[in-house]
């Protein structure tokens, strides 16, 4: 269940930012005993995979701070994030951790599971963000973008750390992230009704 658990931690950072959980993944099997890559997955601790993922984590950090960049740059990660977040549970899963030392027990043959379970993963911590960023961006005239952004950069390293280190608290992030999200969607049908009785108001 461990595995489970490393591989949800490292989708769901994925879904905040792509290259963190890569990254990380790389750094500490590069440099570190903390997690032991399975065969297929050792490109990740390439010296050049890990320039090219650093070059693109510069350019993601620095769009994400800047209002209407930023939803530019959600509607590019709509494809990226998820991709991300199935290779981060692909590898993650089936990795040797300090946590984890049988990690194909879990999923058995059945690879495609983890990358599938990844995505989807992935792909709904995605929406939550885009779909607050321009709640945030209205309410506070774009001054919130970069606070949002910072707050979700830590968040996705925070996610990565313990989802190899500590994987029992990716269930203590994920029930954050599930908070965030009614709050998104709280926040944004309030506006809807704001902006419908404003209407009715003007033209009423």
């Known amino acids: ?14 879904g905040l930012n792509a290259y963190i959980p890569l990254l990380t993944m790389g750094l500490l099997a590069r ?3 903390t997690i032991d890559l399975p ?19 510069a350019i993601e950090v620095v769009a994400d701070k800047v209002p209407v960049v930023d939803h530019v740059n959600d509607v590019v990660q709509t494809v990226v994030r998820p991709t991300a977040g199935g290779l981060a549970f692909g590898a993650g899963s089936s990795s040797e951790t300090v946590t984890v030392s049988d990690p194909g027990s879990f999923f058995g043959s ?8 990844g995505v989807v993963i992935a792909l709904g911590v995605h929406g939550v963000k ?21 707050a979700e950069d830590i968040g996705s390293v925070l996610m990565s750390v313990f989802a190899i280190l500590l994987p029992v608290l990716v269930l203590v992030g994920l029930v954050l992230m599930v908070l965030a999200g009614i709050w998104v969607v709280r926040r944004r049908r309030r506006r809807k009704a704001l902006s419908g009785s404003g209407a009715r108001s003007q033209f009423g």
């Open 130 to 150: 885009a779909l607050s960023r321009p709640v945030v961006n209205t309410t506070t005239a774009g001054f919130g973008a970069p606070i949002a952004s910072t």
């Open 31 to 33: 440099y570190t005993d």
């Open 110 to 117: 059945h690879q495609w599971v983890p990358i599938a379970a």
């Open 1 to 14: 269940m461990l595995e489970a658990l490393t591989g949800t931690g490292l989708a769901a950072s994925a």
């Open 39 to 57: 065969t297929g997955w050792s490109w990740l601790s390439n010296g050049w995979t890990l320039l090219i993922l650093a070059v693109l984590l």
